[in-house]
């Protein structure tokens, strides 16, 4: 049987070394199966440097106007996720893959969202979310937006409105069946 342990860290810039270091050192002594890194800050057509031993399988998604974004998923080589396919946003906010663990579909997501208008950005990216995906949805990132401010807020509230809430809540209709 295998473990599934996932981490979600917004690292906030990966191009220092010791930082890459920091970084793979966390998910080693945490016995991650699957990391999920936002705002990496890699552009295309820069080498991305985080090869380790412990991790074998790197996808990233990175922007090529602004280094400020990136996405990026790392498997650990004990994860034997047979990965079938992927889909990256061309301005490196968010990632997607899917393949097979044994007989069952999983489908990684990891998303960065913009500071404004993040309502409209997530509706929109959950919809593709929903056309790539296939069997188990793990979905990870920094959505830059409360989504319940009672639960999730130390002021109750949100900058964002309760309509533009009430949209993205959409995917609690999608999780549940509704796909």
């Given amino acids: 049987m295998v473990t599934l342990k996932v981490c979600s860290f917004n690292v906030r810039g990966l191009n220092s070394p010791a ?33 380790h031993l412990c ?54 997501g990891n ?9 409209v950005w997530l509706i929109k990216t959950l919809n593709i979310l929903r056309d790539f995906a296939e069997g188990l949805v793990i979905l990870g990132g920094d959505c830059n937006l409360t989504l319940y401010p009672l639960l999730d807020s130390s002021t109750g509230s949100s900058s964002s409105s309760n309509v533009a809430l009430s949209r993205v809540r959409l995917w609690d209709w999608w999780t549940v069946g509704g796909h």
């Fill in 55 to 108: 991790y074998n399988q790197w996808f990233h998604g990175v922007s090529s106007s602004s280094a400020s974004k990136g996405v990026l998923i790392a498997l650990h080589k004990n994860f034997p996720l047979h990965v079938l396919s992927s889909q990256t946003d061309p301005d490196g906010r968010f990632i997607f893959i899917k393949g097979n663990l044994g007989s069952q579909m999983f489908t990684f």
């Fill in 19 to 51: 930082k890459r270091n920091q970084v793979i050192t966390m998910m080693r002594k945490q016995q991650v199966s699957v990391a999920m890194l936002q705002e990496t800050h890699y552009r295309e057509g820069h080498t991305l440097r985080l090869n």
């Fill in 111 to 119: 998303i960065y969202a913009p500071n404004t208008s993040q309502s």
